[in-house]
């Protein structure tokens, strides 16, 4: 009976952690995130991005470089290592086209942002008698 009132307190504990650190997660993400017409900043967002996923990438290549230069190393594991790092590879060359592409995308619209802003501001400079 002991044992089991431990064992169902220590899943309650267990529980309350999760749902404590969802939460902390949560507040974390929403302090990173970025305004959605910021667009310099979302520039810089998914270039840090990008440049965190190419390290990733290269860890994983050299990953794969020792195994295919020592696949005696990693014994029976070995394999999985070699797939393990092969789909990460996948995962993170996809991961830093794609923030590439949403870096390029957001830094033409904040071009277009700037010389709409600037062409508005010369429009209505004229109008001082207003």
């Known amino acids: 009976m002991q044992s089991f009132k431990f064992s169902a307190k220590l899943s309650v504990l267990a529980i309350a952690l999760l749902a404590f650190g969802a939460q902390m997660n949560a507040s974390v993400a929403a302090q990173t995130e970025v305004a959605g017409n910021d667009h310099q900043a979302l ?13 990733r990438l290269q860890e994983n290549l050299e990953v794969l470089k020792e195994y295919e230069a020592h696949p005696y190393y990693f014994g029976r594991q070995g394999q999985d290592v070699r ?15 794609e923030n590439l592409d949403n870096a390029d995308l957001h830094r033409r619209m904040a071009m277009e942002q700037n010389r709409d802003f600037t062409t508005a501001k010369t429009e209505h400079s004229g109008n001082k008698g207003l």
């Open 43 to 55: 520039v810089k967002h998914y270039e840090n991005l990008a440049k965190e996923a190419k390290v």
């Open 83 to 97: 797939s393990h790092a092969s789909a990460n590879i996948r995962e993170y060359e996809k991961a830093l086209k």
